[in-house]
């Protein structure tokens, strides 16, 4: 193929897929890894915001405690956001565009209630932490199943901190 031949190639390829990163992976793979984690960073970003809401409207007295416990686990959980995004796009997947998209990928159910007392704030959680590490095994599976070697890696240390997660949130409600 000339040169200038293969470059039109490329030219209708980037209009025909103007966002699809060269990958060895089957496209099969990428739709399915690329699933998978759009939905857990919709589900990091709903649990980011609620353990924000809740260290904003934390009450009672132990409030300086849980306050800051909450703000180190919005961090750390903020902290993955990107890492998760850039594994969709580097598989050859689009990702999240908006918080409407959030909205409608999100399993982590949002709370907007006027008032949640502090127990109840770390109790649940505690539970969403817990959902989201069974969540992060579904798609370990997922990534595992293509040899997606990176995506596992990271998501075992996104288990390993979630558990850790879940394992203050509980003891320090009992
Ligand atoms: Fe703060």
Redesign the pocket.
């Given at each position: 193929m000339k040169n200038s031949d293969s470059k039109k190639t490329l030219g209708l390829k980037l209009r025909e897929a103007p966002l699809a990163t060269p990958t060895d992976l089957k496209a099969a793979a990428t739709k399915d890894i690329s699933g998978a984690m759009n939905a857990i960073l919709a589900d990091v970003f709903a649990l980011y915001l609620k353990t924000?809401n809740f260290?904003?409207h934390m009450s009672g007295q132990h409030f300086r405690d849980y306050?800051l416990l909450l703000?180190e686990h919005a961090s750390q959980i903020f902290g993955i956001t990107d890492a998760i995004a850039e594994r969709v796009r580097k598989v050859g997947g689009t990702t999240i565009r908006s918080v409407g998209h959030v909205a409608r990928l999100q399993r982590i159910v949002d709370n907007d209630e006027e008032f949640v007392g502090p127990t109840e704030m770390l109790r649940e959680l505690h539970g969403d932490n817990k959902a989201f590490v069974e969540s992060l095994r579904a798609a370990h599976v997922i990534a595992s199943k293509a040899n997606d070697y990176a995506t596992t890696s990271l998501i075992e240390i996104w288990i390993d901190e979630a558990e850790r997660r879940a394992w203050f949130l509980f003891e320090a409600t009992r």
């Open positions: 924000k260290h904003w306050h703000d």
